[in-house]
Each structure stands twice: as structure tokens, then as C-alpha cells.
């Protein structure tokens, strides 16, 4: 078997190790699933641990972004939402807040116990969630989330946000939501499109792209992460919306397909139109201030007419003689 047959073996064997750990299976049941032995699936969990796919937590072991990020290489089309951050105002805090606030905790977003003879251990669905406090608010640093669009990303993430809510609350004795109300702000926010055919054109090419709005702030770039070519919308303000207006772009694109040349065409022939539309209303322009003077003009001698037919009926009935004109 050459050198690529074996690389895929070894793929597949901790792929499979990774998605069942997701699915919280034991180690005795990934490796009945496998038909091996557990030592062999304990050696395929050191080498994703190596490779930054898993991390030992305790008894627990946490799948990371990186191992996250790797199980959806085999689901082309999908969204990675990452860098996410909210931020939350405090409502309530306690005396001393600043005292105790200063530091920073890992939370665990997702987790199950498994029972086992004599104890229990947990497994991690998702690496854990940062959090930092301020002053006057608590940032959660998210971890990445996939799906098949925007809006299926940011729903997980607002599930796993309210989920971790309470405990911090509990943890600081703090209050971010009050009456079923809460101050949430998003601070930073990427969008991108894995396995993206224009990211690995400029890939492949050794270009960079970039694209910029007026105001000189870079709203999408081609990116290369953890070995995926992925189209990335990455300012805050507007990543989603971003995400969205490319992705319906490129689904007209495909539904429709156009070469550059016919597009340039199109563009250049609407281009040619609308100069003419212009030069159409230029001229059209001119011709009605022309009529409006003649309007103008016209009105001026019918009152003229209308003048002069009172005077003379004036004339008529005064009349005596023909002297009288």
C-alpha cells in the first residue's frame, strides 16, 4: 500500500475518534464501534492530542477548534463561525467587584458524565469558552461553530451563551440578566465559507485578496486556515451580512453560470445604455424647458386676447354713434 493509501487510513481511523467523541461515546464503546482494542484507541487519542485535535481536561477530554475545524474538512459548503465575542453589562455586581474580578476562567461549553465502575468522567463536545471581566461587563470568547449557514452558526452560539450565563452568574454573584433583560453586544465576529473555490484559486496562485469598503476597512479576505482554503468576511460590523450577500451571490452564480467576458460584456452594455438614457434626458430636458417658455409665452397672449376682447365689448356697449369709435 503506497504512502497516500496509509495517510488516509490513519485520517479516517481519527476522524472516526473524533466524531464519536463529540457524540459522547466511551472509550470501550469507540472501540467496539472500531472493532479494536482500547489501547489502540488510546494511542489514536495521544496523537490527536498531539496534533492539538484533542486536550486532556482532568479525566475529560476536550475536542478544540482545531479538531473541530478538522471533522468539518469532510463536510464541504458549510460556515465556520469563529472569533466570536459578546459582551454582556453588568446589571448587579457585588461590593468588591474589583477586588475579585480580576482574572480570567475557562468555562466548559457543552459536556456529559459517563458513569463508569467506580467513578465518572466527562467528555467535551466543544473546547471551552473563555471569559474576562471588566469593570462594567463580562467578554465570553466563543468557540468556533459550524453549519450549514450564518444563521445556524450564531443559533448554536446563542444556545451555548445562554447556557453558560448562570454559571457565571453564580460564579461572580453578578447579574447580567434582570426582569428577562440583558445588555449583549457583539465585539468581534468572523464568517467563513470552508473549502472555497475563489480562496483556492488565489491560493494556488500565491495572490492575496482583499476587499475594502470606502471607508478603507477590510471586509473580506481569502484565508488559508488549518489547511482549508475558506472565503472569510471578518469586519465585526458586518461579517454576517457579508457572509450572507457572498453566499447568495455565489448560488446565482452557480445557478446561473457566466463567464468574466460576459459579464464584463453585460456590464459594458448596460454602461453604454444608461449614456444613452442620460443623453435621452439631457436632450428631453432641454425640449421641456423649451415648451414651458413657449407656455409661457403663449399664456402671455391669451390674456392679451382676453384683455383686449373685454375692452372692445366695454366699447360696444357704450356705443351711441358711429362717431363713438
Not at 463529540?22 to 472500531?34: G, N, P
Not at 486532556?56 to 477548534?65: F, H, M, R
Not at 468588591?96 to 466548559?108: A, E, F, L, S
Not at 409661457?296 to 363713438?324: C, F, M, P, Y
Amino acid at each position: 500500500m503506497g504512502n497516500e493509501g496509509v495517510t488516509k487510513m490513519v485520517e479516517s481511523k481519527e476522524y472516526e475518534i473524533l466524531k464519536y467523541l463529540t457524540q459522547y461515546l466511551t472509550i470501550t464503546e469507540i472501540a467496539k464501534q472500531r472493532k479494536c482494542s482500547r489501547t489502540a484507541i488510546y494511542k489514536g487519542i495521544y496523537k490527536l492530542i498531539d496534533k492539538g485535535y484533542l486536550r486532556k481536561i482532568g479525566k475529560a477530554y476536550g475536542v478544540t477548534d482545531r479538531g473541530l475545524h478538522y471533522l468539518n474538512r469532510f463536510s464541504p459548503g458549510k460556515i465556520r463561525l469563529h472569533n466570536l465575542a459578546f459582551k454582556l453589562t453588568i446589571l448587579n455586581k457585588p461590593n468588591g467587584w474589583d477586588t475579585q474580578r480580576n482574572k480570567i476562567v475557562d468555562c466548559r461549553a457543552s459536556s456529559k458524565a459517563v458513569g463508569l465502575c467506580n467513578n465518572q468522567y466527562e467528555i467535551h463536545s466543544f473546547s471551552n469558552i473563555k471569559v474576562k471581566t471588566t469593570n462594567n461587563s463580562v467578554i465570553f470568547y466563543m468557540p468556533a461553530y459550524y453549519g450549514k449557514n450564518t444563521d445556524e452558526c450564531f443559533r448554536q452560539a446563542l444556545d451555548t451563551l445562554w447556557n453558560i450565563i448562570p454559571k457565571i452568574e453564580n460564579l461572580f454573584k453578578i447579574n447580567l440578566i434582570k426582569e428577562r433583560k440583558c445588555n449583549i453586544e457583539i465585539i468581534s465576529q468572523h464568517y467563513s465559507k470552508l473549502k472555497d473555490t475563489i480562496a483556492k484559486i488565489y491560493r494556488v496562485e500565491d495572490n492575496k485578496l482583499y476587499v475594502k469598503d470606502d471607508e478603507g476597512n477590510i471586509r473580506i479576505i481569502a484565508d488559508f486556515s488549518f489547511r482549508v482554503d475558506e472565503l472569510e468576511a471578518i469586519y465585526n460590523k458586518t461579517a454576517k451580512e457579508d457572509m450572507d450577500v457572498m453566499q447568495n451571490f455565489i448560488k446565482d452564480l452557480l445557478n446561473n453560470p457566466a463567464t468574466i467576458t460576459q459579464v464584463l460584456s453585460a456590464i459594458g452594455q448596460n454602461t453604454a445604455n444608461q449614456m444613452i438614457y442620460a443623453k435621452n434626458q439631457e436632450t428631453h430636458i432641454g425640449l421641456y424647458k423649451g415648451l414651458t417658455r413657449e407656455i409661457k409665452g403663449l399664456g402671455k397672449a391669451i390674456s392679451k386676447v382676453i384683455k383686449e376682447n373685454k375692452d372692445l365689448k366695454l366699447k360696444v356697449k357704450h356705443q351711441r354713434t358711429l362717431s363713438d369709435f
